[in-house]
């Protein structure tokens, strides 16, 4: 590269930065501190999460490191309470504190992943049956609606029992991270395909998609090329918003004894755990997996409330 490309570079990423600090959304991120705290509090929950295994005090999956004896410590700051498990530990002696970081770890992974799974058939689905509509549409669409009949949970519910009666008892912990992320992504899907859908429905009658079809591209090209890009404004919204939805589902199913297996905790399946002992004046075991779990669906939600006025040009 010369000398004289380089400065242009320079240039064109300092003009994009300067654009984006100028943007209406920054703008309106700026203005908010609510939201400015929300992204703050949920940065630090995916650094916790993402670097768990560098800066929990504690690996609570280490079975040789764990002893008996120090379950139901209570917190740091109780009177039976040791410096070295600052949140207190659980029945078998996990420090909690490290045991929030790994099962948020576990929990947005979920999250995360069956977000990702839901938002790429939805769309799909909702690219095909606008673009080429007829029967392709009316069966997609009849499908969703039935779907929306039933609530996401009891969908999630029945894809998961169904699937991992399929596995045999020797594998399903194994695969239980898997199921858990079909079994919710199957769930959401209808969201997004009803949204793109519709979006789709108003793109393709535009002058851009005409001359696509003139010069003789293919139905996919068009579609994945030309018209996604233009209808993905409202998916960011909705992948934001179902995020928080999906990291409480799967607490739901793991509080329910149908997610993560207890080997491996979530946030859901530690609330469970607390559960049993909440009466018997061992509260942290589940407050505090509680606690963070509301904080970071609040953070989250937050967030995509926000997402969602700031690209409604109405509101600007």
Known sequence: ??????????????????????????????????VMAAAV????????????????????????????????????W???????????????GRDLLSTIM???????????????????????LGLISGYFGGF???????????????????IALLIDGTVSGLFPESRREDSAFWVLVLAIGLSFWVQYARTVRSSVLVEKEREYVQAAKLIGLKPLIIMFRH???????????????NLALAVITEATLSFLGVGIPVTQPSLGTMIRIGQDFLFSGEWWITIFPGAAL??????????????????NPKLR
């Open 227 to 241: 018209v996604l890009p233009n209808v993905l404004g409202p998916v960011l919204v909705i992948i934001t918003i």
């Open 41 to 76: 509090v949920t940065l630090i929950y995916f650094s916790m999460a993402l670097f768990a295994p560098w800066i929990a005090p504690h690996n609570p999956f280490d079975l040789a490191s764990l002893d008996l004896m120090d379950g139901l410590t209570p917190p740091a």
């Open 102 to 124: 790994y099962g948020s770890r576990i929990s947005l992974a979920v999250g995360f992943a069956s977000v990702a799974f839901a938002a790429i058939l939805g769309i799909t």
């Open 1 to 34: 590269m010369s000398d004289q490309t380089a400065p242009q570079i320079d240039i064109v990423e300092k003009g994009m930065l300067a654009r984006a600090l100028d943007s209406d959304i920054f703008f309106s991120f700026r203005q908010s501190k609510i």
């Open 136 to 154: 392709i549409d009316t069966v997609i669409m009849r499908i969703a609606d039935i779907q929306l009949t039933f609530p996401s949970i009891l």
């Open 294 to 311: 509301a904080i970071l669906v609040l953070a989250v939600n937050l967030l995509g409330d926000w997402l969602r006025d700031a690209l």
């Open 78 to 92: 109780e009177e039976d309470g040791v410096p070295q498990f600052l949140l207190g530990t659980d029945d078998q």
